[in-house]
C-alpha cells in the first residue's frame, strides 16, 4: 500500500473499532491462554529501533496503565521493534535454528544493512489490541515486496502460506504492537487511553533491518546471520 492508502487504512480501521466498542461495552470474554506461544521462536525481519521523546513517554504510559493487570500484555522498552516480515509460525526452541536456514540466508543476502524508517507513528485500535503504526520509506516498501516474492519461490513457501493463512501476505500494517488484551475487547480504561491520545503522533523511528530469531514480542532475539 502507498502512504495515503495506508493513512486511510489506519482511519478506517480506528472508526471501525470505536463503532464496535461503542455496540460491546466491556471487556467480553476473557481468553484463556495466550496470543501466541510465549516460549517459541520464530525466523523473521525487523527493526529495533531506540525510543526516544514522545514515543518512550507513550511506552511508560502504556506500561504504567497494564501494570498489575493479568489481562495486559504490554509491549517493555526493551521490546520495542516493527516487524518487517514474520516468515514462520513460531514453532523453535531456543537456539534451535530453522531447517532450511542456508535457502533463507542465500535469499537474505541481497538485504543486509538496510534500513527501515516509519514515520507518522499514531496509536492503532483492533477490539482487543492496541498497535503503534505508521508510514514506511518507499524503499522498504519496494524491498517487502521483493523479499516477499522471493520466499514465496523458495522452500519456505509452506511456511509463509501456514503462517499466513487467511490473511494478506505481506501484512499491510506496519506496526509493532503496544498492547494484547487477553479478552475479547479492550476495557473502558484502555479505550479512554486511546481517545486520549489518537490524535497525536509520535515521531519517527529508523533502524538496520535484521533476521532474526525471536519471541512473539522481541524481547528474546538471537541472529540468524
Known amino acids: 500500500m502507498m502512504p495515503d492508502e495506508l493513512a486511510s487504512l489506519y482511519q478506517r480501521t480506528n472508526n471501525n473499532t470505536q463503532a464496535l466498542w461503542r455496540d460491546a461495552p466491556g471487556c467480553g470474554e476473557r481468553m ?16 529495533r529501533p531506540s525510543p526516544s521523546g514522545a514515543l518512550h513517554d507513550l511506552l511508560l504510559a502504556v506500561n504504567a496503565l497494564a501494570a498489575g ?33 542456508a535457502s533463507l540466508q542465500r535469499i ?9 524508517t516509519i514515520s507518522a507513528l499514531q496509536l492503532v485500535a483492533l477490539p482487543g489490541q492496541l498497535l503503534l503504526a505508521g508510514i514506511p520509506d518507499p524503499a522498504s516498501l519496494t524491498d517487502r515486496t521483493t523479499l516477499a516474492q522471493k520466499l514465496l519461490e523458495s522452500p ?23 498492547l494484547r488484551y ?18 497525536q503522533r ?19 532475539v538471537d541472529p540468524l546471520t
Open 156 to 178: 519456505w513457501r509452506e511456511d509463509i502460506q501456514a503462517r499466513y493463512a487467511g490473511t494478506p501476505f505481506p501484512p499491510p500494517f506496519w506496526h509493532s504492537t503496544l
Open 202 to 220: 509520535f515521531g519517527v523511528v529508523c533502524a538496520r533491518r535484521e533476521l532474526v530469531m525471536a519471541n512473539y514480542n522481541w524481547t528474546t
Open 32 to 47: 484463556e491462554g495466550d496470543y501466541y506461544q510465549k516460549a517459541t521462536f520464530s525466523p523473521v525481519v525487523g527493526i
Open 108 to 116: 537474505w543476502q541481497a538485504y543486509p544493512a538496510r534500513n527501515t
Open 182 to 199: 487477553r479478552a475479547q475487547r479492550l476495557p473502558d480504561q484502555w479505550r479512554d487511553f486511546f481517545q486520549a491520545h489518537q490524535q
Open 69 to 101: 493487570d493479568p489481562l495486559a500484555d504490554a509491549m517493555p522498552l526493551h521490546g520495542l521493534h516493527f516487524t518487517f516480515l514474520a516468515i514462520a509460525l513460531p514453532h523453535y526452541q531456543r537456539h534451535q535454528q530453522p531447517e532450511k536456514l
